[in-house]
């Protein structure tokens, strides 16, 4: 079955770096894209970003453009979210979510499918 | 960015009843309108897609409803599994947002 595992977190003072990665089984990782989304405590869900499943596109929340960089590694089944320049306001779990076009650009959004079980971020000092 | 806004912020229910949440979109988002449930320290699984498109084994007592700026989650007869908290997201234009949930609790 199609399972998503994130790893990476933790705690991190603000201003400092911190990456999240997400590996997918079960299915093609390499065919699909991935979002990002994160849920402060206690908050709702709040989607963060979304890569295609080539890499080539991608987009960001307002909230987060300039500070989290998203990659993948297709020969690892493998994404990645770089987040740098770390704010407290930025502490959630974070959940990575398959997109569920196969082979598709992200020009037309989707919501996605398939959820991880999610990556506790604590930005504080 | 298009704002979601859900009604109630909670409600309670006992089971067997038929329980409806309403989602409204600042803009219109035609049926770019999904629906996920999400329970306490779990992750978010998705219900519903194009408003009413049930993502395959999500039982028949969930169904959805609407177009443009107005949406409805029904379950049709609530049962003990279905005590959670009940998210749209519209995905008509990025950002994707989020509205900010019906917790469904327990009466």
């Known amino acids: 079955q199609v399972q998503l595992v994130e790893s990476g977190g933790g705690v991190a003072q603000p201003g400092r770096s911190l990456r999240l990665s997400c590996t997918g089984s079960g299915f093609t990782v390499r065919n699909y894209g991935i979002h990002w989304v994160r849920q402060a405590p206690g908050k709702a869900l709040e989607w963060v970003a979304v890569?295609?499943?080539?890499?080539?596109?991608?987009h960001y929340a307002d909230s987060v453009k300039g500070r989290f960089t998203l990659s993948r590694d297709n020969s690892k089944n493998t994404l990645y979210l770089q987040m740098t320049s770390l704010r407290p306001e930025d502490t959630a779990v974070y959940y990575c979510?398959?997109?569920?076009?196969?082979?598709?650009?992200?020009?037309?959004?989707?919501?996605?499918?398939?959820w991880g079980q999610g990556a506790l971020v604590i930005v504080s000092s | 960015d298009i704002q979601m806004t859900q009604s109630p912020s909670s409600l309670s229910a006992s089971v067997g009843d038929r329980v409806t949440m309403t989602c409204r979109a600042s803009?219109?988002?035609?049926?770019?309108l999904a629906w996920f449930q999400q329970k306490p320290g779990k992750a978010p699984k998705s219900l519903i897609y194009?408003?009413?498109n049930l993502q395959s084994g999500v039982p028949s007592r969930f169904s959805g409803s609407g177009s443009g700026t107005d949406f409805t989650l029904t379950i049709s007869s609530l049962q003990p599994e279905d005590f959670a908290t009940y998210y749209c997201q519209q995905y008509d234009v990025y950002p994707l947002t989020f509205g900010g949930g019906t917790k469904v609790e327990i009466k």
């Open positions: 979510a398959r997109d569920p076009r196969l082979q598709d650009t992200l020009v037309v959004p989707t919501a996605p499918d398939f």
């Open positions: 194009a408003a009413s």
């Open positions: 803009q219109g988002v035609r049926t770019f």
């Open positions: 890569i295609s499943y080539d890499g080539i596109d991608k």
